[in-house]
T-cell receptor
């Protein structure tokens, strides 16, 4: 079945540094979604990418979907302490979401 | 409006006991999903309802797990003869009815189940 892998598993940055997490799927994805989960919280939807090569921005966050629709990335520019949390990518497997293990981001001031 | 709600927020039980976890989806959302999240892992799909029927239950780990949604709104996840390995956060999500795989899923706060 479809497997979604994320790297790195953990990332510790100083506030103001950039951060990138990468997502790779074993199969071609119809779309990919990104979620953020704060410590002790639940996943919160960030964005969805559908088109090959698509790039979307949300303030300091830039999301990319690969040309082959098998990989994606999330880049945060100039991290802030409010960016702390675990970032998950998820691909559709039927109607359900197939999540990666996530990348946990720690930002120290 | 109100988001997805789940009760209880925490449940501690003993091995072998039966538990029920409840999910109240966002009003008007006909699609409802159950996921399970273990520590350090991403949410793992369990079951998907479209209306009252389970459209996909391929993620249920075994026959000790069962879920219902009798009126197409509230759903209950039932676990029989609980085992220590069932300990996890059980997440519920709902999405609006478009029938598209690209629907955004809105997650509830989860129920943390601990089996002693």
């Amino acid at each position: 079945g479809q497997q979604v892998m994320q790297i790195p598993q953990y990332q510790h940055v100083q506030e103001g540094e950039d951060f990138t997490t990468y997502c790779n799927s074993s199969t071609t994805l119809s779309n990919i979604q990104w979620y953020k989960q704060r410590p002790g919280g639940h996943p919160v939807f960030l964005i969805q990418l559908v088109k090959s090569g698509e790039v979307k921005k949300q303030k300091r966050l830039t999301f990319q979907f690969g040309e082959a629709k098998k990989n994606s990335s999330l880049h945060i520019t100039a991290t802030q302490t409010t960016d702390v949390g675990t970032y998950f990518c998820a691909g559709n497997s039927g109607y359900a979401l197939n999540f990666g293990k996530g990348t946990s981001l720690l930002v120290t001031p | 409006g109100a988001g997805v709600s789940q009760t209880p927020s925490n449940k501690v039980t003993e091995k072998g006991k039966y538990v029920e976890l409840r999910c109240d989806p966002i009003s008007g959302h006909t699609a409802l999903y159950w996921y399970r999240q273990s520590l350090g892992q991403g949410p793992e799909f369990l079951i998907y309802f479209q209306g009252t029927g389970a459209a996909d239950d391929s993620g249920l780990p075994n026959d000790r797990f069962f879920a219902v949604r009798p009126e197409g709104s509230v759903s209950t996840l039932k676990i029989q003869r609980t085992e220590r390995g069932d300990s996890a956060v059980y997440l519920c999500a709902s999405s609006p009815t478009t029938g598209l795989r690209t629907d955004t899923q809105y997650f509830g706060p989860g129920t943390r189940l601990t089996v002693l």
